[in-house]
């Protein structure tokens, strides 16, 4: 059973999770301070840096969770051997769009904050390597879908598939249709753009 003092650190480590998390939702990584964090999470700063080295162990003790989850999702539908490479392609789509307006207030940060380049080959921080582990899930199918071997092609696609994705999520990121219903109502569309993005590589690539 753990003693008063134990529950009271726990308390306190997400209390200053949680502050840090609605600061970075509202005001962006960059903007936030450690200061402030203590002020919402009624604590010293001093405090903060009992449970966390920096502001970067505080991205990742936030991002790293979510993020290894949808990794693990997106992975099981690559390994689907049932599923056509467009249907995968489709299915990833859009767990990563429901992925992220699940978590609208804070997949900016999540994908964005400290970010490198995806094809930086060995990014120092381990939030950078699961996001281009994700990336490269995504590669992949778009690989499988084109039968591609241009390494330099494939990329610039697979930033094109990425774009298209990140613009879906900027016009429904702020509606308060449920989510649920919002995802069934345009799975269709989204399934739609797929193929007409797939097409236009193909025709591309002739």
């Known amino acids: 059973m753990k003693s008063k003092q134990e529950k009271r650190s726990e308390e306190t480590k997400m209390m200053i ?30 405090t903060i840096y009992l449970y966390f080295k920096d502001k970067e162990a505080l991205l990742h003790q936030l ?9 693990n999702q997106l992975h099981q539908i690559v390994r689907k051997n049932t599923l056509t490479a467009e249907d995968k392609l489709k299915s990833i789509s859009r767990e990563y769009i429901h992925f992220c307006l699940k978590n609208r207030n804070m997949y900016d940060i999540f994908f964005n904050a400290k970010s490198s380049r995806v094809d930086v080959k060995e990014p120092e921080l381990e939030i950078n390597k699961l996001r281009i582990e994700i990336f490269e899930l995504m590669k992949l199918v778009i690989q499988e879908c084109l039968i591609i071997s241009n390494n330099d092609q494939l990329l610039a696609f697979s930033r094109i598939y990425y774009f298209h994705l990140n613009g879906i999520l900027s016009t429904y990121s702020y509606q308060h249709e449920p989510l649920d219903v919002l995802m069934e109502r345009l799975a269709p569309t989204f399934d739609l753009a797929i193929e007409i993005l797939l097409l236009g590589f193909k025709e591309k690539l002739k």
């Open 17 to 46: 999770l949680e502050s840090a998390g609605n600061l970075f939702a509202t005001k962006g990584y960059d903007a936030v301070t450690i200061r402030e964090i203590a002020k919402a999470a009624e604590c010293s700063h001093t």
């Open 63 to 71: 991002s790293m969770p979510p993020l290894q989850d949808l990794h």
